[in-house]
């Protein structure tokens, strides 16, 4: 059993910057692949960005490169999405969640990941 909990959430004008924070329970943070997830309103949930076990390897949705950025501190069981330069677009409810890997690699597979956070909402404004 892992939980997750999402913050850092808000509201953020255009051209703006948020950072938010997944905090893991547990013992065991260091076997996970971490992701981020996103659902807009009236959307499926899509992929973000992701994170592999060691922090090493890293992934990004074509929508967010070059503007979010995924990090892990395993010390302190937590993972991170520095957001920069918002858009609109980026409206939704973020998720945090955790993929337990047999080595150090990323998955893009919703269906891969085990546990899931709640939510924390962004909302961008013009």
């Known amino acids: 059993q892992v939980q997750l909990v999402e913050s850092g959430g808000g509201l953020v004008q255009a051209g703006g910057s948020l950072r938010l924070s997944c905090a893991a329970s547990g013992r065991t943070f260091s076997r996970y692949a971490m992701g981020w997830f996103r659902q807009a309103p009236g959307k499926e949930r899509e992929f973000v960005a992701g994170?592999?076990?060691?922090?090493?390897?890293?992934y990004y949705a074509d929508s967010v490169k070059g503007r979010f950025t995924i990090s892990r501190d395993n010390a302190k069981n937590t993972v991170y999405l520095q957001m920069n330069s918002h858009k609109p677009e980026d409206t939704a409810v973020y998720y945090c969640?955790?993929?337990?890997?047999?080595?150090?690699?990323?998955?893009?597979?919703?269906?891969?990941?085990?546990?899931w956070g709640q939510g924390t909402q962004v909302t961008v404004s013009s």
């Open positions: 969640a955790a993929d337990q890997s047999n080595s150090d690699s990323v998955t893009l597979l919703q269906y891969e990941y085990n546990y």
């Open positions: 994170i592999s076990r060691s922090g090493f390897n890293t």
